[in-house]
Each structure stands twice: as structure tokens, then as C-alpha cells.
């Protein structure tokens, strides 16, 4: 596959902190156009067209991230049911 440049468009903003945030926050990475993407369509780079990693891999990092996660559903459930 080529690279287009179609996502930089799409380019997701990092504020600081750490990795664990970027997959949190919903953002997606693309490994052969090595960019993280804010990409809602799919899950492949509109760009490259190959898979974009969603999750973490590492093990420790991994599991804060899903914390986070699950964290914020909770938020959420709780704000809808007041």
C-alpha cells in the first residue's frame, strides 16, 4: 500500500501524558504511517488502508488503559441515571 496523505487530515492532537491516554481518549494508530489518527469510520487508515491498532500491547500499560476506560463508563452510567 501507498502512502496518500489522506490522514494527516485526521491527525489526532496529543495535549501530554502518556500513550495510555491516546487509546483511552479513542484515538487509533496507524503503524506504517507511524501517525495516530482520530478515525471513527472503521478500523483501517483512510490513508494506507491497513489495520489501525486500537488497543495497547504492553501488559502494565495495558491494563491502566482498560482502567480508564472502564472508569469512564462508569462516569457516564452514573450521570445518565441521575
Given amino acids: 500500500m501507498a502512502f496518500k496523505g489522506v490522514c494527516v487530515r485526521?491527525?489526532?492532537n496529543h495535549g501530554g501524558g502518556s500513550y495510555t491516554l491516546r487509546y483511552a481518549?479513542?484515538?487509533k494508530r496507524c503503524q506504517v504511517c507511524q501517525i495516530y489518527l482520530i478515525w471513527q469510520t472503521n478500523n483501517y487508515c483512510p490513508c494506507c488502508?491497513?489495520?489501525l491498532r486500537i488497543k495497547l500491547r504492553e501488559g502494565e500499560?495495558?491494563?491502566r488503559?482498560?482502567?480508564i476506560i472502564r472508569q469512564r463508563k462508569e462516569q457516564i452510567t452514573t450521570a445518565i441515571t441521575l
Fill in 10 to 12: 485526521h491527525k489526532a
Fill in 61 to 63: 500499560l495495558k491494563l
Fill in 65 to 67: 488503559c482498560d482502567e
Fill in 25 to 27: 481518549e479513542g484515538q
Fill in 49 to 51: 488502508g491497513n489495520k
